[in-house]
């Protein structure tokens, strides 16, 4: 996998991980639930921007 490709995933996973949480955090759930919320969606990203990718060269 290109360089460019993967530094892209990451930033994608690290700001949807973050959003998320914030958000769950902002509207009263407690730590482990907001970070479960979160770490659901870095994964769902993940997975929809590999399945991407390896459509598309």
Excluded at 43 to 48: D, I, K, P
Excluded at 50 to 55: K, M, P, S, V
């Amino acid at each position: 996998m290109d360089t460019q490709r993967a530094l892209l995933i990451a930033l994608a996973i690290v700001a949807s991980t973050s959003i998320a949480t914030a958000l769950m955090l902002a509207d009263g759930s407690t730590w482990p639930a907001a970070l479960l919320t979160g770490l659901a969606a870095g994964g769902a990203v993940l997975w929809g921007l590999l399945g991407c990718f390896n459509r598309h060269p």
